[in-house]
């Protein structure tokens, strides 16, 4: 009897492992898509220009309010291109404030992709070096970040798409009703 | 007739095959990167083996290439040189990126099945060996 067991564990073995990899195919996780460890943690505190007007980005009165939306992007960032239209739809949500961070870019080309593409954003700050970034844990832009209350509470890396816009809007109405 | 150029194709095969070994040793560091102290560039190399480069993500950001490497070398540098230790620095990478970043995973409760599973898995093969060849004496 054991025998007979132990006879057919190896080949039980193989196909538990091979349907445990045919799930992780098929399943919607994308394994290169890392988790941001900065979830519940507080938005890091930086010092940066404001892109439009060039003057200081003042941190703790742009984040002062409830919920906000960070967005890194850049105007040499092609899905940052496609995604914009869907920044633009939720700067128009009420008591929602859309943060831009112009991820090392070239102020003029910056400017100019606002230009014709419209600006979603109430302020934006400008990362030449990619600093902020690598204190915002960001490892490949667009990225999106809902904060509430000064912590952050959601990480999207990549860009907002008509395929996981629903979603996105899901996790921010998480803290519209508190 | 055909012995000697088949040799001659093979050595030239050989050839190539060891140039790939030397290219692997080729790595991303730029000439204007480079710090002065030579202890503390030693340093700064040896915590780039170790840092993963998220963009591509076998790669460690000592051979890559990637912008996003650039930039946690020069933040690495830049740490290393207003005097943060080692361990200060591997605290700001995974406090940003997560454990996932070190390419040699620390030890600890979360990974404890990574590293003892094949210690185990070992193990019960000896079990399984010992049993098997036991039985036919």
Request: with cysteine; glycine share 2%; proline share 4%.
């Amino acid at each position: 009897m054991i025998n007979k067991v132990l006879k057919f564990l190896p080949i039980s073995i193989f196909f538990l492992i091979v349907l445990i990899f045919f799930y992780l195919l098929i399943s919607k996780n994308d394994p290169s898509k890392l988790p941001s460890v900065l979830l519940n943690k507080e938005a890091p505190k930086f010092e940066a220009y404001s892109l439009v007007n060039k003057k200081k980005f003042l941190f703790d009165k742009e984040f002062s309010e409830e919920l906000i939306i960070v967005n890194f992007f850049s105007s040499w960032c092609i899905p940052c291109k496609t995604e914009h239209n869907f920044i633009k739809k939720l700067s128009n949500k009420k008591n929602l404030k859309v943060i831009g961070i112009n991820y090392k870019d070239n102020e003029n080309d910056a400017l100019e992709w606002l230009n014709q593409l419209g600006n979603p954003y109430s302020k934006i700050a400008k990362d030449m070096k990619g600093e902020i970034a690598i204190d915002w844990g960001v490892y490949g832009i667009p990225e999106t970040f809902i904060i509430y209350k000064k912590y952050i509470k959601y990480r999207l890396a990549g860009p907002i798409t008509k395929k996981n816009f629903n979603a996105f809007e899901l996790e921010l109405n998480k803290y519209y009703n508190d | 007739m055909i012995k000697p150029r088949l040799n001659f194709y093979i050595f030239i095969l050989l050839i190539f095959c060891s140039l790939q070994i030397i290219s692997l040793n080729v790595n991303s560091i730029e000439p204007e990167e480079i710090l002065e102290n030579k202890e503390l560039e030693l340093r700064a190399r040896s915590i780039f083996k170790n840092t993963r480069c998220l963009v591509c993500q076998n790669q460690s950001i000592d051979i890559s290439t990637a912008p996003l490497a650039k930039d946690l070398r020069k933040v690495i540098r830049k740490n290393l040189v207003i005097g943060q230790s080692d361990k200060e620095i591997y605290n700001f990478l995974t406090e940003r990126y997560g454990d996932f970043i070190l390419l040699n995973p620390p030890f600890k409760k979360e990974t404890y099945f990574l590293w003892f599973f094949p210690l185990v898995v070992f193990l019960l093969g000896i079990v399984i060996f010992y049993r098997k060849t036991s039985k036919k004496f």
